[in-house]
């Protein structure tokens, strides 16, 4: 069994930078694509950030410029660069991993438990 866990989040006022980290672990594994998703107080759950294998990435459009995703192939992680941090960005923000197990060969999206961000004004 594969699992992601998050950690880096917490209170910062707006105007500052946070740092999330997502780490995955298990046996007979691979990464796909990455992503981050953050899901607000009473609001569906949005993609933020994503990245592929070979480090291709996109953007929501109201991060684009503030945040940075980026990837550790080598230590199964991701990572979330947050700057510039807005009330707006306040949420849980989960870890999204397409991961390939194996033996047997399968595909299988696993998720983290989330990590709560909360942006001051």
């Known amino acids: 069994q594969v699992q992601l866990v998050e950690s880096g989040g917490g209170l910062v006022q707006a105007g500052g930078s946070l740092r999330l980290s997502c780490a995955a672990s298990g046996s007979a594994f691979s990464i796909n694509n990455m992503g981050w998703y953050r899901q607000a107080p009473g609001k569906q759950r949005e993609l933020v950030a994503h990245?592929?294998?070979?480090?291709?990435?996109n953007y929501a459009d109201s991060v684009k410029g503030r945040f940075t995703v980026s990837r550790d192939n080598a230590k199964n992680s991701m990572y979330l660069q947050m700057n510039s941090l807005r009330p707006e960005d306040t949420a849980v923000y989960y870890c999204n991993a397409i991961v390939a197990i194996t033996v047997p060969l399968r595909y299988l999206e696993v998720w983290g438990q989330g990590t709560l961000v909360t942006v001051s004004s």
């Open positions: 990245i592929t294998t070979s480090g291709n990435t």
